[in-house]
């Protein structure tokens, strides 16, 4: 029993440190790694496809303010009663510092954010999608360390060897703080460290997204689809081990709900869009707006009129190929070559030689004659 008690992981005995007036928390500092990663990352992933550098930092400017509000709306949405309820305090609404960020409004938000980002630079979604794609779910599995600082978004009680430690936590006041509190040192309960549960998840799906896109070239937004049910499925089964209070739909835990929709919405897409990938000329600014993600008939018409495109344009270079060859054959048969010459004067020497000594014999047999 004393060894499976040293086992338990222990959590971080506070998530916030004041430096001077100004509160560094661990939570805001995860999501902001997070973020920087997943541009840097997904900007060499878009140049790796074909795209112009500094893309995914300009549509980054629209998706990520768009994602931090998504996230919030979602998690106050989802969790009223915390800040509109009996008890509730709206102000505390606005408080994202505190944790409480819904990835399903984030990523919602966010996408729509990314499509303005998209439209004004007249660069495709979906491929972009799929650029950012392992990078988002990177950023998010990051961003779970947040949650472990805040001790929040664990599990129920176990007495496996990895249980996770809740200390007590208290503010200056000496009062219950487990936001930005201080532990006392004194365990309140041993918990599913479920946020490592997904942590880990979310990096065993993004390997997998690397791996499946080097091999079967994944394009028009399909494997941004596979991220979305990849984590989905995960999100699905942690939700089931956790315990805190969520808002039901019958019975059901909100995030089990909407977990479920996303997988089978994600799954569809991937089923009947555009296969393939795009090529890089398709990833560059276009100078008419690109068809909604969803229109499946207009992005097929799209790609075929681009191969199209870049069939005829590979025509025609075979053509001008073609004709600077037997442009070059014309130019040789024209010219003589050098042997050619040599043989000309050759039998021009010759003609020559035979003429003048037919003369010489016709000369003297006049002679003989003349003598005679």
């Known amino acids: 029993m004393t060894l499976r008690v040293l086992a338990y992981i222990p959590s971080p005995p506070q998530g916030v440190w004041h430096i001077g007036p100004f509160p560094l928390r661990a939570y805001a500092l995860c999501i902001i790694i997070g973020i920087v990663v997943a541009i840097w990352w997904g900007e060499r992933r878009w140049r790796d496809r074909g ?35 009996p008890d509730g305090d709206p102000k505390a609404a606005l408080e994202i510092w505190n944790g409480g960020l819904g990835i399903w409004g984030a990523v919602a938000l966010g996408g729509i954010g990314a499509w303005i980002g998209c439209r004004v630079y007249r660069i495709p979604l ?3 999608g799929d650029a950012i794609a392992p990078p988002i779910l990177l950023a998010q599995a990051i961003g779970r360390l947040g949650n472990y600082f805040n001790q929040e978004l664990y599990g129920r009680k176990t007495d496996l060897p990895w249980g996770l430690e809740i200390y007590f936590r208290y503010n200056d006041n000496l009062k219950p703080d487990a936001m930005n509190g201080v532990s006392n040192g004194v ?24 791996q499946l896109d080097k091999r079967y070239q994944i394009g028009h937004g399909r ?18 081990m956790r315990d805190d209070e969520a808002t039901k739909i019958a019975g059901i835990r909100i995030n089990s709900f909407t977990s479920a929709v996303v997988f089978l919405a994600a799954i569809a897409y991937f089923v009947f869009a555009t296969k393939g990938r ?24 799209v790609a075929a009129a681009s191969e199209a495109a870049l ?25 003589p070559d050098e042997s050619t010459e040599t043989v000309e004067a050759t039998a021009e020497k010759t003609a020559t030689s035979t003429d003048t000594a037919t003369v010489k014999t016709v000369a003297t047999k006049a002679t003989d004659s003349d003598k005679s």
Do not use: C
Not at 64 to 84: E, I, S
Not at 228 to 240: K, M, N, Q, T
Not at 286 to 295: G, N
């Open 187 to 210: 365990v309140d309960k041993v918990v599913h460290p479920t946020f490592l549960y997904e942590l880990i998840w979310n990096v065993l799906i993004v390997v997998l997204l690397v």
């Open 223 to 240: 494997l941004f689809a596979l991220y979305v049910a990849g984590y989905s499925f995960g999100r699905f089964f942690v939700e089931l």
């Open 51 to 85: 795209g112009q550098q500094g893309a995914i930092l300009d549509v980054a400017m629209f998706a990520v303010p768009f994602g931090l509000v998504g996230g919030r709306l979602y998690h106050v949405a989802t969790d009223w009663q915390k800040y509109f309820g």
């Open 311 to 335: 069939a005829s344009d590979k025509v025609e270079l075979e053509k001008d190929s073609a004709a600077d060859t037997d442009g070059a054959t014309a130019t040789d048969e024209l010219e």
């Open 126 to 128: 979906p491929a972009l």
């Open 278 to 301: 795009e090529t890089a000329e398709q990833l560059q600014p276009a100078t008419e707006r690109r068809p909604w993600p969803w229109q499946f008939g207009k992005l097929r018409a």
